[in-house]
């Protein structure tokens, strides 16, 4: 596997440098965490969302360390993306932590109940005074019993402000006892 030098790419970033503890994410001086860090990663991972951060959890089951370089200074407050499909929560449901616990577990316990936000209204305009187009429930009984006869999970809804500190708190919470990757702010 091609090694690639963390501290460089980073660096090309702009990136301030965070790392994530076993029982929180900790802020560090730059040259603190330089120094911690390791010289080499064996893959890097540009950009600490999801996408990112799920990468960096699949890679550490199969072995393989990694580092995430994202450019932010911290985790975004915005909700962004929220809902979460099945085949999501199916791989969410393979990380399983030192505890036994899944990630789909800590999503699935966050979660807002599926009543509050099952029924979608489409709008023309602005949603609250636009001309309404419709409104409709997307997993009335009958959809959820088919997805529950083909599935252990179900859709989920938590926005990504919630579900990326989950991410980070999987990562420090790996099997082996070890942080799973660096994650460098
Ligand atoms: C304003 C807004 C509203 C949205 N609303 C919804 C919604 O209502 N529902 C929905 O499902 N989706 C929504 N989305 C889309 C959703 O945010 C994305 O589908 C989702 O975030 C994709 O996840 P990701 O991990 O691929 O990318 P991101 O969450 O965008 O993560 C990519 C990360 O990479 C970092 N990055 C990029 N380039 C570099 C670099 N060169 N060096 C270091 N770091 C870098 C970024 O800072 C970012 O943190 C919204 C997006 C935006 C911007």
Redesign the pocket.
């Known amino acids: 596997m091609r090694r690639v030098s963390a501290a460089a790419a980073a660096s090309r970033?702009c990136?301030r440098r965070q790392v994530v503890s076993s029982s929180a994410r900790r802020r560090v001086s730059s040259s603190a965490a330089v120094a911690a860090a390791p010289a080499t990663t064996p893959v890097a991972i540009?950009?600490?969302?999801?996408?990112?951060l799920t990468l960096a959890l699949l890679l550490s089951k199969l072995g393989v360390r990694s580092t995430v370089?994202?450019?932010?200074p911290a985790p975004?407050v915005?909700p962004?993306?929220?809902?979460i499909n099945v085949r999501s929560m199916e791989v969410f449901r393979s990380l399983v932590d030192r505890e036994g616990r899944s990630v789909a577990d800590s999503i699935t316990r966050l979660a807002r109940p599926r009543d509050e936000w099952s029924r979608f209204l489409y709008s023309a305009g602005p949603l609250l005074n636009g001309t309404s187009l419709g409104a409709t429930n997307h997993f009335p009984p009958e959809t959820l019993a088919a997805i529950r006869d083909q599935s252990p999970e179900l859709p989920t809804h938590l926005p990504?402000h919630q579900l990326v500190p989950v991410l980070l708190e999987a990562l420090s919470r790996r099997p082996d006892g070890s942080a799973a990757c660096d994650v460098r702010w």
């Open positions: 970033c990136c540009v950009g600490g969302g999801p996408v990112g370089l994202e450019r932010l975004s915005h962004q993306a929220h809902f990504q």
